[in-house]
């Protein structure tokens, strides 16, 4: 056992998981590490961590893909717990015209008018790629002008920086990105739900600290701050 608590998150918790550290350091005892703030590709994503047997005591992404990992016993059965709820946006460079997407068909409009569009390795690029696209009749058109971010780069950074036009993501993983603006969630009649889930590590080190933070983060405490970070405390 070690004064530390291991924990790797997808982007869409990041900005709420550091926000609370403090608190869960003050209720457990330890110092957090955040290993990794990415779902990630490649052999530093997330499932590779893991897969290479990397300890997490502390393990938080999509819903779906947490039960992947108990699956695999990568992460154990006990301790699941939805944490939080979010939605799908977009977002353009500061300064950029404020986009319409009050209907589907001026989503469509918007989308093909864009020169390009930058999304992300998880939840949200998988539907846009996989889901809105196709649904929109404009797979064609729009998959060679997307760029697929990697390396645990936000989507927002890319557009900020000029490098893409649009940026496409989960709401809580723009809002902490400078440079962007209008974000924006989808229409609703295309709007996708996604729910984060943590779970602990097969070789956590201290299983019932684990557990206090994950507990933790499903509370009338740490709703506040989840709530302010863009994602829906469970």
Excluded at 213 to 233: D, K, Y
Aim: hydrophobic share 40%; proline share 4%; aromatic share 6%.
């Amino acid at each position: 056992m070690t004064n530390e608590l291991r924990v790797m998150t997808s982007g869409a918790f990041t900005a709420a998981h550091f926000k609370l550290i403090a608190e869960v350091e003050e209720l457990t005892s330890k110092k957090i590490i955040t290993v990794t703030t990415s779902i990630g590709t490649g052999e530093s994503s997330i499932p590779n961590r893991l897969r290479r047997g990397e300890v997490a005591d502390v393990v938080i992404v999509a819903d779906t893909l947490l039960k992947e990992f108990m699956k695999e016993q990568w992460v154990l059965n006990e301790g699941f717990q939805v944490v939080a709820s979010s939605v799908i946006g977009i977002a353009v460079r500061e300064g950029a015209p404020k986009p319409d997407l009050s209907s589907v068909e001026s989503f469509k409009q918007f989308l093909l008018a864009a020169q390009s569009v930058a999304y992300s390795a998880s939840v949200s690029g998988q539907y846009l790629l996989n889901e809105i696209y196709p649904r929109l009749g404009i797979e064609s058109q729009m998959l060679p002008k997307s760029r697929l971010i990697t390396g645990g780069e936000r989507t927002g950074t890319i557009v900020a920086r000029g490098e893409a036009e649009v940026c496409c993501q989960q709401i809580s993983e723009m809002l902490p990105i400078q440079g962007i603006a209008h974000i924006t969630t989808l229409p609703e009649a295309l709007q996708k739900k996604s729910f984060f889930a943590a779970g602990i590590g097969s070789h956590c080190t201290d299983k019932r600290a684990a557990l206090q933070m994950i507990q933790f983060l499903t509370s009338a405490q740490a709703a506040p701050t989840i709530r302010q970070t863009g994602l829906e405390p469970i």
